[in-house]
């Protein structure tokens, strides 16, 4: 399906901390897709790597893993005809170790996202650590090309917008502009893509911010980032409207708020009467990420029952499959053909949350469901 003309590019151009990484979130794709849910088919599995995001592009399959789950497999990987793993674009890009210069090289990666044009950009967040800041030119923004792995341009994230205690999370487009979550520092970043300029906007606002009256509820207990500290995800998942009018965010606990990009877009238009054009949209619960199709149906994972849902235009929501196979189901990703693609992290089973004891489950899971 083509791509939506309204965010077609030029050719000339183109927690708090220890949280925002649950999200990984989402490398969804702007195809339709039907109601209903079949059953769970298994795509690819692997132990190498923890993947929290999934992403089609040129004809292949891109998986990503963050660093800090300590796994041996790549940032970024392309999965092979075989589903192995190849690092993407190369060994290099994948081989950065401390002390070596991260501008050039991913240090812990979060997201995957395809754009209206084709290129696969790679959300680095430059924190090579669980809750550790950002390493010098770590953070940033990689646009490549999907089909021959030539890296087209690197938008550096400084510290101006990826702050200490910053964990950029994920990023969505419309026409030329891109919005990032800062799920550490709680905000929005808006970035020129033909400029590569950005500013943090909604910084600390309460759209952004995680709500403690919301906990994060899976196997039936509460998710904790230590003894008796509910774990607490600032802005996380976001998508934009078909018509590109509306930008739809919130904490990863919810609720989801809406801005109309056009305020977002405007340099010109203060804090305040930007915050005070913040509105509820929905009131989602914890998920694990998100996927809008071209139709501006939300399809989410349900983080407290491993559900994946549908929220239609009308607000109308709908359970479309829950499946134990589904835990800490990250960054639902449409496909072409009609199915939903999810990566299973088991975000919440890795050792840091267990006192030094992983209770994941081998091997993780890369599954998707039939939409048609």
């Not at 132990?47 to 399959?61: E, I, K, R, S």
């Not at 559900?307 to 009308?314: I, L, M």
Request: glycine share 10%.
């Amino acid at each position: 399906m083509k791509q939506r003309p309204r965010q077609a590019f030029p050719k000339r151009g183109l927690r708090r901390i220890a949280i925002a990484v649950f999200t990984g979130f989402v490398a969804a794709c702007a195809h339709s897709a039907p109601l209903r849910a079949q059953t769970i088919r298994i795509e690819a599995t692997t132990t190498a790597m923890d993947w929290n995001a999934v992403a089609f592009a040129g004809g292949h399959v891109f998986v990503s893993g963050p660093r800090w789950t300590g796994f041996s497999g790549p940032a970024v990987g392309l999965l092979t005809k075989s589903r192995a793993i190849k690092a993407f674009p190369d060994a290099d890009w994948n081989g950065w170790q401390p002390g070596r210069d991260a501008t050039h090289q991913f240090v812990s990666v979060n997201a995957l996202h395809v754009a209206p044009d084709g290129a696969l950009w790679v959300v680095d967040t430059g924190t090579p650590s669980f809750g550790g800041p950002p390493v010098p030119g770590g953070a940033k923004l990689v646009r490549v090309d999907p089909a021959t792995g030539h890296v087209l341009r690197i938008y550096p994230l400084g510290p101006e917008n990826a702050q200490i205690g910053s964990y950029i999370d994920d990023i969505r487009f419309n026409g030329m502009h891109a919005y990032l979550t800062d799920a550490g520092k709680a905000a929005l970043i808006v970035l020129d893509v033909e400029t590569g300029l950005a500013r943090r906007v909604l910084d600390n606002d309460v759209s952004t911010r995680a709500r403690t009256d919301r906990p994060i509820i899976m196997d039936g207990h509460v998710v904790e980032n230590g003894p008796h500290q509910p774990l607490l995800v600032n802005a996380d998942p976001l998508e934009v409207s078909p018509d590109g009018k509306w930008l739809y965010f919130g904490p990863l606990e919810g609720a989801w708020s809406q801005v109309p990009t056009a305020l977002l877009d405007d340099p010109n238009v203060s804090s305040t009467d930007l915050s005070a054009a913040v509105k509820l949209w929905a009131d989602l619960p914890p998920i694990g990420g998100s996927a809008m199709d071209a139709a501006g149906n939300l399809y989410f994972t349900n983080l407290k029952d491993n559900g994946v849902y549908r929220r239609d235009v009308s607000g109308k929501i709908t359970k479309l499959i829950s499946d134990s196979r589904l835990h800490w189901a990250d960054a639902p990703c449409l496909a072409p053909n009609g199915r939903l693609w999810l990566p299973v992290a088991q975000l919440d089973r890795l050792p840091m949350f267990h006192h030094g004891k992983s209770r994941s489950h081998q091997p993780f899971l890369l599954v998707s469901i039939d939409l048609r």
